[in-house]
DNA sequence: TTGTATGCGTTATCAT
DNA sequence: ATGATAACGCATACAA
C-alpha cells in the first residue's frame, strides 16, 4: 500500500549496483566516503526506507518485541508497557501488544501465533487460568528468548522479574497489626497465580508471626466481576466477626472495598483500616488517601526490555537465566490505615 | 532465531509441491480436499507456521496496525488502545504501540519509520506541540490510511473519530451553572490541540449564554506536571476572585484540583464545584466522588480499528473521506457539583 | 488437480 | 571499491 522505493530503484537512479547501495546505506568499510555520502543524500532526497519485511526475512529478525499482557490496561499494566515501550524505542525496537483477557485459548493462539518469528522476543504475564504451560514450554524450546514478569510461571527456566510480593504482603499485614487490627482479612483473586500465592504467604506468616492462629475464613476469593466483589466485601463486612482491617492484594480489591464501605455505616480508618496493592497516581486523593504497597511497575518495564534487547544483540554475551529478579515495592503509608 | 519449518521443507515431507501446499493451506479451490486435509494435519503435525515477513514482503502488507499515543498511557488512551486491540485480535491483526511523549520530533521520526509499510494503517493521536503537519501530509499522500481520534488535525483529509468536546463543555458549564455557580474557571492545557480549542469553546459560549461576560483571566491554562499545576491550582483558589466552579478539560487537572483543594480550606462541593472529562473508573469513590464527562473510549478505539479494517478489507467499498466522526461523551452527575 | 518457475527487496558471497 | 548473483520463504502466473 505505501510504496516507496525499492533499492533496487535506488540504485538505478544513482548508476550504482543495489548491492553496493545497500553496503553504503549499511556504512560498510568497504565503500568510500564520496560514494557513500552520494547514496545518502539521495536516499533521503527520494525518500527511501528500507523495506522491513525483505530485511527481516534475509535477516531472520524482526527488531520487534511482543509483550503479552493478561486484562485490559490498568494502571500497573499501563506503566509497563510503558517501561517497555521506552526502551524500545530508544533502542530502535518495535512493540507489539497482545491482550489474553484472562483466557488461556486466546494465550495459546497468541503464543502459538508468535512462533512464526513475528517478534524477536516475549515479554509476557499469564492469565489466571494458565494451568497448562504447555504453549510456553513450546516457545522456550524453540529458542524465542521469552521472559515472565508479574504473573510468572517458574516451570519455563528463563529470567523472570517480579517484586517482592512475599515480603510486601508480610510488610502491609504487620503494619496492619502495628496499626492496632486484630483480625486482617486477605483479599485476592486465585489460588494459581503466583503473586497470589506469594501475598498470600507473607499474609499467613505475617499472621503466625504474632503467634495467631490463621483463619482460612479470613482469605476472601473475589471475581473479576467488580459488582460481585462488593457485594461479597460488604457481606464481610456486615458479618459478625468482620475484619478491622483489610489487605487487597490488587488495586480493584481495594477500589470494591471502598463502594462496599461507602453501603455499610462503617469508616475508614476508624472502623477498618485498608491497605493495597496498587499503582493508582491517585491513592493520595481518595478520601481517605489509600495506604499502598506500589510495584515498581515502569522499573519492572524497563528492566524487562533492556534484558531482551541485551540477549538479542550479544547473545553469547547475555543468557536469560532460570531466575527470579526482585525489584521491591514500596510501603506508602496514608491515612486509610492511620490510628486516630 | 526461532526457526520452525518451511513451506519447502512441508512439501518435501508431504512429498509435494511447495505451491501444492501453499495453495492448500490458503485453501484454494484447485485442492481436492483429500490433499487439502493431508497437508493440514502435516502441518499441524510438524508445527508449521508461515514466515510472516516473507507472506508480508510477497503480498505488500503485514496486517498490522500501528496506534501513536501522545502520552504516557492514562486511562483515556488505555481504553483506546483496548478497543483497538478487541477488533484487532478479532480480525487477526496485529497492534504495534508508538508513544510520541508529547514530542513533535519523535512523532516525526514514528512517522516517517512508518512510512516504510511496516503498519498497513495507523491510528494516531497528535502531539500538543504538533504544529507543522507535514509529515502527516506526507504519510497521508503516499496512500497509507490514517484515522485520527481525539487529538485531530483537520488539515488532513481523512476520518477522524472524536467526542462531542464543544457540547460536552457547553454542557458541563451549565450543569456547575444550574447548580449556582456564578464564577467558573476551565483548567485546560494547551491552546493548540483540537479537543482544547472546542471544549474552551463550549465553555465559552455556555458563559455567554447566560449574558455573562467573558472573562480570559477565569481560563487557567496548567502544563505537564503535576507539581507546578497543583500549585497554580492552589494560587487560584486563595485569590480574591477565587471560583465558585471548575471545569477540568482533562482528567489530570482535576486530579490536581482535589490536591489543591487539599492545601486550602475550602471544601467541594460547598464551596467549590468541579467537573471533570475524564475517564476514570474510580471518579465514584474520589471523596467527595466526581461528577464526570467520560469519553467513549473504547468505542472510539473499536470504530477506528473496524474502520481501518474494512478500508485495508475492501479498499473499493470503503473510503477514509474526510470527516468528523462524533461520539457523544456522557455526563454522570456525582457529589463534587451537588448543592448542599 | 498438481508441478515449475519467478519475483517480492534485502543482504551476503563471490567475483572483478 | 564496486558489480553480479544467490538466497531468505512465500504466493502466483503459467505449464502440464
Known amino acids: 500500500m505505501a510504496g516507496g522505493i525499492s ?12 548491492s553496493t547501495v545497500s553496503r553504503a546505506l549499511n556504512d560498510s568499510y568497504e565503500i568510500s566516503e564520496a560514494t557513500k555520502k552520494k547514496v545518502i543524500s539521495m536516499a533521503e532526497k527520494l525518500n527511501y526506507h528500507a523495506n522491513p519485511f525483505a530485511r527481516s526475512l534475509r535477516e531472520n529478525k524482526s527488531k520487534t518485541i511482543a509483550v503479552i499482557i493478561p486484562e485490559r490496561i490498568n494502571s500497573f499494566f499501563a506503566q509497563v508497557v510503558d517501561g517497555i515501550e521506552e526502551i524500545a524505542q530508544e533502542q530502535g525496537y518495535h512493540l507489539l501488544i497482545y491482550n489474553t ?3 488461556l485459548e486466546r494465550e495459546q493462539k497468541i503464543v502459538n501465533l508468535l512462533l512464526n518469528g513475528r517478534a524477536d522476543a516475549i515479554a509476557m504475564s499469564v492469565t489466571s487460568q494458565t494451568s497448562d504451560v504447555s504453549h510456553l514450554q513450546k516457545l522456550h524450546d524453540r529458542g524465542l528468548p521469552v521472559i515472565f514478569f508479574d ?28 496499626q492496632g487490627c486484630k483480625n486482617i482479612t486477605l483479599l485476592t483473586l ?30 476472601l476469593y473475589c471475581s ?7 457485594e461479597l466485601i460488604e457481606e464481610l463486612l456486615l458479618s459478625s466477626n468482620r475484619p478491622d482491617g483489610i489487605l487487597a492484594s490488587v488495586e480493584k480489591l481495594a477500589f470494591a472495598t471502598y463502594l462496599a464501605v461507602k453501603r455499610t455505616k462503617l469508616r475508614i480508618p476508624s472502623d477498618l483500616k485498608l491497605i493495597s496493592f496498587s499503582n493508582t497516581s491517585i491513592a493520595g486523593i481518595l478520601n481517605p488517601s489509600l495506604t499502598t504497597i506500589t510495584q515498581p511497575a515502569m522499573s519492572i518495564g524497563n528492566e524487562c526490555a533492556n534484558l531482551l534487547i541485551k540477549k538479542l544483540t550479544k547473545p553469547k554475551q547475555y543468557e536469560l537465566i532460570d531466575q527470579v529478579i526482585t525489584i521491591p515495592s514500596k510501603l506508602t503509608i496514608r491515612e486509610s490505615t492511620l490510628v486516630e
Do not use: C
Not at 152 to 172: L, V
Not at 192 to 214: F, H, M, P
Open 7 to 18: 533499492l533496487k530503484e535506488l540504485a538505478a537512479e544513482l548508476k550504482l549496483a543495489p
Open 101 to 103: 483477557h484472562e483466557d
Open 151 to 178: 504473573r510468572i510461571r517458574s516451570e519455563i527456566p528463563t529470567t523472570k522479574f517480579i517484586t517482592n510480593d512475599y515480603e510486601s504482603a508480610f510488610e502491609a499485614t504487620k503494619h496492619l497489626i502495628q
Open 190 to 219: 486465585g489460588k494459581d497465580l503466583s503473586i497470589s500465592k506469594e501475598r498470600q504467604r507473607g499474609y499467613n506468616d505475617a499472621i503466625k508471626s504474632e503467634g495467631w492462629e490463621l483463619d482460612p475464613s479470613m482469605t
Open 224 to 230: 473479576h466481576e467488580e459488582e460481585r466483589n462488593v
